[in-house]
């Protein structure tokens, strides 16, 4: 059985940082992409990170490049987040693809479809104040 569960969320001042971990376990990820989203209030989940577990080439949302840096170590998946800002706040979750069912010029463009997932973690809440 699959479990993503992440984890390091928190309070932060604007600045700040923070590093959101997610441990996969119930199978082997090599084969997978795994992307970061996030999701405010009454808002949509949209796209942050993602990176392919077997190649480890990234992408970046534009609001968060520069700021936010992706890396996996085993079954974990990690989010550094520096220089925070008041608007990414919200619930952060991560997501598990088995990029296999690509073309290889498709893979990083459908990490950044939340549509396309087959795995979500339970997610963890992000508060930056002013």
């Known amino acids: 059985q699959v479990q993503l569960v992440e984890s390091g969320g928190g309070s932060v001042q604007a600045g700040g940082s923070l590093r959101l971990s997610c441990a996969a376990s119930g199978r082997t990820f090599s084969t997978y992409g795994m992307g970061w989203f996030r999701q405010a209030p009454g808002k949509d989940r949209v796209f942050v990170s993602s990176?392919?577990?077997?190649?480890?080439s990234t992408d970046y949302a534009d609001s968060v490049k520069g700021r936010f840096t992706i890396s996996r170590d085993n079954a974990t998946v990690y989010l550094q987040m520096n220089s925070l800002k008041p608007e990414d706040t919200a619930f952060y979750y991560c997501g598990a693809e088995d990029l296999a069912l690509y073309r290889p010029y498709e893979r990083t463009p459908v990490l950044r479809n939340p549509q396309v997932y087959d795995y979500w973690g339970q997610g963890t809440q992000v508060t930056v104040s002013s």
């Open positions: 990176i392919n577990w077997s190649s480890g």
